[in-house]
């Protein structure tokens, strides 16, 4: 996880200073990434300590981005935008509102449903498998 994180995504982005294709900027969830955020937002499900507004908090962050995927990004965020959180990811820190993991990873995944695998042009290349199943009702 940490590898890929860091060290592909990261440096390839930020060396060749990459920006996706039909990027929603501040509105989207983050430019490059959706599903880390799901996985991420999963592993905090029945987590007594760290509740969703804690992710913008920078020192959280900082403590526990190397135990937690979607402190990971949220870390990979803060490291490449400047500017108050709340401005650059208007999206994620309406999420941060948001009360229980449970409901934000429910509300992720419906995103992605819309954002992601409605989309023709996305889809269209995507393979489906075991861990993400098509059906077609």
């Known amino acids: 996880k940490q ?12 060396w060749y200073r990459l920006e ?12 490059y990434q959706f599903l880390p955020f799901i996985f991420g937002s999963a592993q905090f499900l ?7 507004d804690h992710f ?7 403590k526990h981005c ?5 402190l990971e990004c949220i870390k990979f965020i803060n490291d490449v935008k400047t500017g108050p959180f709340s401005e650059h990811s208007n999206q994620l820190w309406g999420i941060s ?19 992601v695998l409605a989309k023709h042009p996305v889809i269209q290349h995507f393979v489906f498998g075991s861990l993400l199943s098509f059906d077609p009702k």
């Open 3 to 14: 590898w890929y994180q860091r060290r592909v995504r990261g440096k390839i982005q930020m």
């Open 20 to 31: 996706p294709a039909g990027s929603h900027g501040v509105w989207g969830l983050d430019d």
């Open 46 to 52: 029945g987590n007594p300590v760290i509740s969703p």
């Open 56 to 62: 913008v908090v920078p020192e959280v962050v900082d």
């Open 66 to 70: 190397d135990d937690y995927m979607f």
């Open 97 to 115: 509102g948001v009360p229980t993991w449970t409901k934000v990873n429910g509300g992720l995944i419906k995103m992605y449903k819309a954002e």
